[in-house]
T-cell receptor
């Protein structure tokens, strides 16, 4: 089974801190994604990466950056955390489809609180 | 902006009943429509998916109905069970793209015993 592991289930940080959320997948997937999940707003894409050192902005990239130095690891960075970034963050990965869509495999999320 | 509109936001069904969740889209380039199921404390997981070349796909108690002309698709859960209580997300994407999905806002389903 594909395993997507997020480094922390719960995280509490202070306003203005630089925050790193880490995600690792073990199935050699090319594509990795970061979402945030808020009640009533569903899953919103922050950034995604389709290869090492490649990244593309999603729908809500403001205040975030990402890093993908190795194929299996995709990091989300909050440059200067703010209270409106308190949320559940989900990482996902998927193989490139080669003509057919592949399912996204999700981690169990990191619940981040910014105080 | 690409959007997938999902309704209802929440749904309460009695055990044994039929749960129906609806989604609508605007972008005619979408050609892959998955549904994801999320239990509390877990990430979403693919439940069932359909392409627009068929009008219906069934897997056990779960059925997707697809209406291409109306740009709508729906999830039907037959004989709903308390274990089906979860949040369900519809999504859409373009085949052969970057595997990027556009998600609906989710439906919280509660199945009462």
């Amino acid at each position: 089974d594909v395993k997507v592991t997020q480094s922390s289930r719960y995280l509490v940080k202070r306003t203005g801190e630089k925050v790193f959320l880490e995600c690792v997948q073990d199935m050699d997937h090319e594509n990795m994604f970061w979402y945030r999940q808020d009640p009533g707003l569903g899953l919103r894409l922050i950034y995604f990466s389709y290869d090492v050192k490649m990244k593309e902005k999603g729908d809500i990239p403001e205040g975030y950056s990402v890093s993908r130095e190795k194929k299996e690891r995709f990091s989300l960075i909050l440059e200067s955390a703010s209270t409106n970034q308190t949320s559940m963050y989900l990482c996902a990965s998927t193989k490139t489809g080669q003509g057919s869509n592949q399912p996204q495999h999700f981690g169990d999320g990191t619940r981040l609180s910014i105080l | 902006q690409q959007q997938v509109k999902q309704s209802p936001q929440s749904l309460i069904v009695q055990k044994g009943g039929i749960s129906i969740i609806n989604c609508a889209y605007e972008n005619t380039a979408f050609d892959y429509f998955p549904w994801y199921q999320q239990f509390p404390g877990k990430g979403p997981a693919l439940l069932i998916a359909i392409r627009p070349d068929v009008s219906e796909k069934k897997e056990g108690r779960f059925t997707i109905s697809f209406n291409k002309s109306a740009k709508q698709f729906s999830l039907h859960i037959m004989d709903s069970q308390p274990g089906d209580s979860a949040t369900y997300f519809c999504a859409a994407s373009v085949q052969g793209g970057s595997e990027k999905l556009v998600f609906g806002k989710g439906t919280k389903l509660t199945v009462n015993p």
